[in-house]
C-alpha cells in the first residue's frame, strides 16, 4: 500500500502541474482571442466583413489559410502599416489600398489571433512578443 501511495503522489502532482499549465495557456488564448474578436468587429469588419468574407474584387478575404499561414511574418507589417499594390488570395488578384490601423502592437497580437482562428483558420496564438519580432522586420 505504501508503494501504491508513493507512486500515486507524485503521478498526481504531475497531472495537476500540466493541467494547470494547460489552463493558463488556454486562458492566454481565451484572453487574444475575445478581445481581438472587438477590435477586429471596430476595425477591420466594415472592409472584412463579419465572415472574413473580403469584399468582391476589392477587398481579400481572411478565410484563405495558406495565405495567412505563409505570411504569418508578415501580417502585422500589413496591419500596422497597410498595404498597398497586388497580392494573391485564393487564386484572385487584389490591389486595393489597406490603410495603417493605428493598432498596439498587443491590440495587433489579439487581432491577428482572433483572425487566425475564425473563419475556418487554425493558427493558434499569436503572442504579443511575436508581433513585435515581426514589426522590427518591417520593410
Known amino acids: ?40 468587429q471596430q476595425k477591420c469588419q466594415n472592409c472584412h466583413g463579419s465572415k472574413g468574407e473580403g469584399l468582391s474584387a476589392l477587398i481579400p478575404p481572411l478565410t484563405d489559410t495558406t495565405y495567412l499561414k505563409q505570411n504569418k511574418a508578415r501580417l502585422a507589417c500589413f496591419v500596422q502599416n497597410g498595404i498597398s499594390g497586388f497580392i494573391r488570395v485564393s487564386g ?41 519580432r515581426h514589426l522590427k522586420k518591417c520593410d
Open 92 to 132: 484572385k488578384m487584389y490591389d486595393n489600398k489597406m490603410p495603417p490601423s493605428g493598432l498596439s502592437p498587443i491590440e495587433i497580437a489579439q487581432v491577428l489571433t482572433y483572425a487566425g482562428n475564425s473563419f475556418g483558420n487554425k493558427m493558434g496564438l499569436i503572442d504579443v512578443k511575436q508581433i513585435e
Open 1 to 40: 500500500m505504501k508503494k501504491a501511495v508513493a507512486v500515486f503522489i507524485p503521478l498526481l502532482a504531475i497531472i495537476v502541474i500540466a493541467i494547470s499549465c494547460q489552463n493558463q495557456d488556454q486562458l492566454e488564448y481565451a484572453r487574444y482571442y475575445t478581445s481581438g474578436k472587438l477590435i477586429y
